[in-house]
Antibody, heavy 119, light 113 residues
Framework: EVQLVESGGGLVQPGGSLRLSCAAS????????MSWVRQAPGKGLEWVSV???????YYADSVKGRFTISRDNSKNTLYLQMNSLRAEDTAVYYC?????????????WGQGTLVTVSS | DVVMTQSPLSLPVTLGQPASISCRSS???????????LNWFQQRPGQSPRRLIY???NRDSGVPDRFSGSGSGTDFTLKISRVEAEDVGVYYC??????????FGGGTKVEIK
C-alpha cells in the first residue's frame, strides 16, 4: 500500500523559512515524478512544484526563486525548502504523485501539513 | 498557463437526483499522443483530494459507477447520476496535458438541499 506522510509544517514569521518533508512507503520517490500542491484556507488547489525522476525541477511563478524541491533517495523522502515566506504562502501543503498526465496515471496524495505565515 | 474554469461554484442537489459540473480549459487538452489528460478530483470535508476520473472518462478503482466523465477538446463534464450523502464535498477538474504546469479548476461545492 502506498503511503505519503508529510511533516514539518507550523507557524513561521513573514520572511522566515521552513522545510517540509514527505516520507513515502510502498512507492519509490526517485522512480517517479513528485509534486507539492497547496491549498490556502477555504480556497482551491494550486500546483507548487514538481521534481522528475531524472532530477528536473519546475516551480509555479508564485514560488520561483523562494522554494526548492528536492529528494533523498536513500530515505525515500521528498522535501520542499521554503524561504522568504509570505502571508499568502499560508496553506495546507500536500505531497502528491499527481497522475493523469502523459507521464503516468497512478495518483497518490498525502494527508497534508499546514503552514501558517504570520507575525 | 492553461486556465481551467468550472461552473457552477455551488451545486445544491436533492438526494437521489442527478448533478452535473462543467469544466472548460483555455486551450485544447488534446496531447500529441492523441490522449486528453483531463482529471476530476473529489475533496470531502477535512480530507485530501481523491481522484475520481482520469483521461476524461476513466473511473479510478473503487469509484462508484454513478460518477461519469465526458467531453473533448476544451469542454468537459462530470456527472453524478444519483447523488448520495457521501458525495458532499468540492469537486475539481485538473489538466495534465500541459505538464509540468498542472492547473486546477476553482472547484464546485456539492451540497445536499
Amino acid at each position: 500500500e502506498v503511503q505519503l506522510v508529510e511533516s514539518g509544517g507550523g507557524l513561521v514569521q513573514p520572511g522566515g523559512s521552513l522545510r517540509l518533508s514527505c516520507a513515502a512507503s510502498g512507492f519509490t520517490v526517485s522512480s517517479n515524478y513528485m509534486s507539492w500542491v497547496r491549498q490556502a484556507p477555504g480556497k482551491g488547489l494550486e500546483w507548487v512544484s514538481v521534481i522528475y525522476s531524472g532530477g528536473s525541477t519546475y516551480y509555479a511563478d508564485s514560488v520561483k526563486g523562494r522554494f526548492t524541491i528536492s529528494r533523498d533517495n536513500s530515505k525515500n523522502t521528498l522535501y520542499l525548502q521554503m524561504n522568504s515566506l509570505r502571508a499568502e504562502d499560508t496553506a495546507v501543503y500536500y505531497c502528491a504523485r499527481v497522475g493523469g498526465t502523459p507521464l503516468g496515471s497512478n495518483d497518490y496524495w498525502g494527508q497534508g501539513t499546514l503552514v501558517t505565515v504570520s507575525s | 498557463d492553461v486556465v481551467m474554469t468550472q461552473s457552477p461554484l455551488s451545486l445544491p442537489v436533492t438526494l437521489g437526483q442527478p448533478a452535473s459540473i462543467s469544466c472548460r480549459s483555455s486551450q485544447s487538452l488534446v496531447y500529441s499522443d492523441g490522449n486528453t489528460y483531463l482529471n476530476w478530483f473529489q475533496q470531502r470535508p477535512g480530507q485530501s483530494p481523491r481522484r475520481l476520473i482520469y483521461k476524461v472518462s476513466n473511473r479510478d478503482s473503487g469509484v462508484p459507477d454513478r460518477f461519469s466523465g465526458s467531453g473533448s477538446g476544451t469542454d468537459f463534464t462530470l456527472k453524478i447520476s444519483r447523488v448520495e450523502a457521501e458525495d458532499v464535498g468540492v469537486y475539481y477538474c485538473m489538466q495534465g496535458t500541459h505538464w509540468p504546469r498542472l492547473t486546477f479548476g476553482g472547484g464546485t461545492k456539492v451540497e445536499i438541499k
